[in-house]
């Protein structure tokens, strides 16, 4: 009886650890010149166009790799680099490619597959070492892009919070103002602003209820910003 409630707890620690953890990345297939290629797939909440700009810049930054398909004439779903070096991975020169779609709501599915070029791609059963590069050069950019992501997210969100906020004290002010001018004023202009100020009070109210559910939702992306973890 004494190693129930352990278990319960040990089963709430794992189901709390599954719940935060943000991505994961899984392995699957892709087709790709009418074969299926072995490749990860992992999942963002970011829209496609923000995670092809984000993999354009990491590879950019951290490889010297110019990712071809993005672009004011180009956003293709397929975004590809070819005849690249990337030590971390291996030492002959490979092929790089990622599928980047839509995935329900704002979000984005990315899939991501090498080779060596002709029909040598890489995956866990050919070339396990390199595919293992591979996924550990898709965690760094997870977490990159997420924990940078998620900040950007927060900082909107604030902004926009914060403006809402102004608002509501512009309305106080016009209000005050309203009220102190009723009492120079006859009878119907009195209650006309009283009606005015009665409509700025349900706008504030409004207005107060998007501040309380912006911050349930700045909550949740700073969740998803702690739950950046490897996998």
């Known amino acids: 009886m004494k190693q129930i409630p352990f278990l319960l707890v040990l089963v709430?620690?794992?189901?709390?650890?599954?719940?935060?953890q943000t991505y994961k990345?899984?392995?699957?297939?892709?087709?790709?010149?009418?074969?299926?290629?072995?490749?990860?797939?992992?999942?963002?909440?970011?829209?496609?166009?923000?995670?092809?700009?984000?993999w354009d810049n990491f590879f950019g930054k951290n490889y010297n790799v110019k990712i071809k398909g993005i672009g004011f004439l180009t956003n293709k779903d397929l975004?590809?680099?070819?005849?690249?070096?990337?030590?971390?991975?291996?030492?002959?020169?490979?092929?790089?490619?990622?599928?980047?779609?839509?995935?329900?709501?704002?979000g984005s599915e990315l899939k991501y597959f090498m080779s060596f070029g002709y029909d040598f791609f890489l995956g866990p059963k050919e070339y396990p070492a390199e595919f293992a590069g591979m996924k550990k050069i898709l965690n760094d950019f997870s977490v990159s892009f997420l924990t940078d992501y998620?900040?950007?997210e927060a900082s909107r969100i604030?902004?926009?919070?914060?403006?809402?906020?102004?608002?509501?004290?512009?309305?106080?002010?016009q209000i005050k103002k309203n009220i102190k001018s009723a009492r120079k004023k006859s009878s119907d202009v009195a209650n006309a602003m009283d009606a005015k100020n009665t409509s700025l009070r349900m706008e504030?109210?409004?207005t107060s209820q998007k501040i309380n559910d912006l911050s349930k939702e700045i909550d949740v992306v700073k969740m998803k910003q702690a739950g950046v973890t490897r996998n």
């Open 150 to 152: 998620y900040g950007d």
């Open 12 to 20: 709430l620690l794992v189901s709390l650890h599954t719940t935060a």
């Open 25 to 54: 990345i899984d392995t699957t297939e892709i087709s790709y010149e009418n074969k299926l290629r072995p490749c990860f797939i992992v999942k963002y909440d970011a829209p496609p166009k923000t995670v092809k700009k984000a």
């Open 204 to 206: 504030n109210d409004q």
């Open 79 to 106: 975004i590809t680099a070819s005849d690249v070096s990337i030590a971390a991975i291996s030492d002959k020169r490979m092929d790089l490619f990622a599928r980047i779609t839509e995935a329900g709501g704002d």
């Open 158 to 173: 604030t902004r926009e919070m914060k403006a809402l906020e102004k608002n509501i004290k512009k309305n106080d002010r």
